[in-house]
Nanobody, 127 residues
Framework: QVQLVESGGGLVQAGGSLRLSCAASERSGRSFSNYAMGWFRQAPGKEREFAAGISWGGDPTTYADSVKGRFTISRDNARNTVYLQMNSLKPEDTAIYYC?????????????????WGQGTQVTISS
């Protein structure tokens, strides 16, 4: 079982940057490096959507078209942490951002493939 805690959200102006972090506490003895990790987001009144994912070893990564070229996902397995660097932020990026862990090797765009979820961190982009 994995506990995930997100941090780094906040309010920034359009065009700005934020870096989200997700710290994992692994309680079953399985190494953090053996989880694919994903970032999802949910805007008010909308369904949760995939943003970015990273496989066990950090490669490959995968992104939603809406964030490709602006967001970068990375992981530090020694620190049990996954990051989401978000640049050139837009008002439409406003959402609660969730970190998720999957027992699969590759990060999937489908939320149902993830086994553990954090509580989320709010990101608000002002125009």
């Amino acid at each position: 079982q994995v506990q995930l805690v997100e941090s780094g959200g906040g309010l920034v102006q359009a065009g700005g940057s934020l870096r989200l972090s997700c710290a994992a506490s692994e309680r079953s003895g399985r190494s953090f490096s053996n989880y694919a990790m994903g970032w999802f987001r949910q805007a008010p009144g909308k369904e949760r959507e995939f943003a970015a994912g990273i496989s066990w070893g950090g490669d490959p990564t995968t992104y939603a078209d809406s964030v490709k070229g602006r967001f970068t996902i990375s992981r530090d397995n020694a620190r049990n942490t996954v990051y989401l660097q978000m640049n050139s932020l837009k008002p439409e990026d406003t959402a609660i951002y969730y970190c998720a862990a999957s027992l699969r090797y590759y990060a999937d765009h489908d939320a149902s493939e993830y086994d553990y979820w954090g509580q989320g961190t709010q990101v608000t982009i002002s125009s």
